[in-house]
């Protein structure tokens, strides 16, 4: 059990759990009127029973072990009476901090191409041997991404089997006539983040997952400020890659989900440690630059 790493006092179970994610779901439709509604209340329950029920790592996880996270979907297109949706879709996790009540956000993706055929009373089909739907397609492929960014803040590198499995949902889907899944069709869109994930030119940063939750985030409630120096030290080597990598997915998924975390954290350091990583973050993570702006201030 990942948990086992990290708490050392947990012994193996020999108790399986069906459960490995606890997601919570929720559809939005704004433009559907309310006579239609009943499907998007069935199909809201079936997503979240689909991604709740299912056994996504090789790990007999314990209730408390359950990787937190949110699907946000909002239906952007349907005409009341086709099986056809067109709808984006907010995906988000965190892992709790050691010793704290307190967690921390792992994951904020946004996927505009959302797009899936369903009919009420459907059910939801998946096998990791073939493409059966692209609805429980783009679930899994994101119950694997999230589980493999879990296991990366435990032990470096391992979440390395759950993109594997990410991967082999990407490979069946290119058969799918949706979009989203191709190389050609987007520089950010699922194929480039699985193929960031598993690119051992990204490595440097998965580690930096590792580090920044093990060393930094888990042991700050005992000892703040070796907590925030070792998440300081991290961002040499995160310039590094953005250098090598201009534009990498990797890299802008880390900062969406950490950015007002990093703040909070970094703006206690020292004057001179908060200019610096001012210096960093502006360049490596543009986007947010306006926020950084604050750690130029001195204490």
């Known amino acids: 059990m990942k948990y086992i790493l990290f708490f050392f006092l947990l012994s193996v ?132 991404i999230i589980t493999g960014m879990d296991y990366d803040t435990f032990s470096k590198l391992g979440g390395t089997p759950y993109f594997q499995k990410a991967q082999t949902v990407l490979n069946n889907s290119q058969i799918a006539p949706n979009v989203g899944w191709k190389a050609h069709e987007s520089l950010r869109n699922r194929f480039w983040l699985i193929e960031n994930l598993m690119n051992k030119a990204y490595n440097p940063i998965r580690e930096n997952l590792y580090e920044y939750h093990r060393d930094g985030l888990d042991v700050m409630v005992e000892n703040p400020s070796k907590g925030r120096k070792a998440i300081y030290s991290i961002l040499p080597q995160l310039e590094k890659i953005d250098k090598q990598k201009q534009g990498a997915v990797l890299n802008q998924v880390f900062f969406t989900a950490k950015s007002d975390e990093l703040i909070n954290i970094l703006n206690d350091a020292e004057p001179q440690e908060k200019l610096k990583a001012f210096s960093i973050l502006s360049v490596v993570d543009p986007a947010n630059s306006l926020k950084y702006e604050i750690l130029k201030r001195s204490r």
């Open 13 to 144: 179970s020999a108790i399986s759990y069906s459960q490995d994610l606890n997601a919570r779901v929720q559809i939005l439709a704004p433009q559907v009127s309310n006579a239609n509604k009943r499907i998007v209340d069935v199909l809201e329950v079936s997503i979240k029973d689909f991604l709740n029920n299912r056994r996504w790592t090789a790990d007999a996880l314990q209730p408390q072990e359950r990787i937190d996270c949110n699907f946000v979907i909002t239906i952007t297109e349907w005409d009341g009476s086709s099986s056809n949706f067109k709808a984006e879709a907010q995906i988000q996790s965190s892992r709790p901090v050691y010793n704290s009540s307190y967690n921390s956000t792992i994951l904020n993706l946004s996927d505009k191409e959302f797009t899936f055929a369903y009919s009420e009373g459907q059910a939801l089909d998946f096998s990791d041997q073939n493409y059966l739907t692209n609805l429980t397609s783009l679930l899994a492929f994101y119950a694997y």
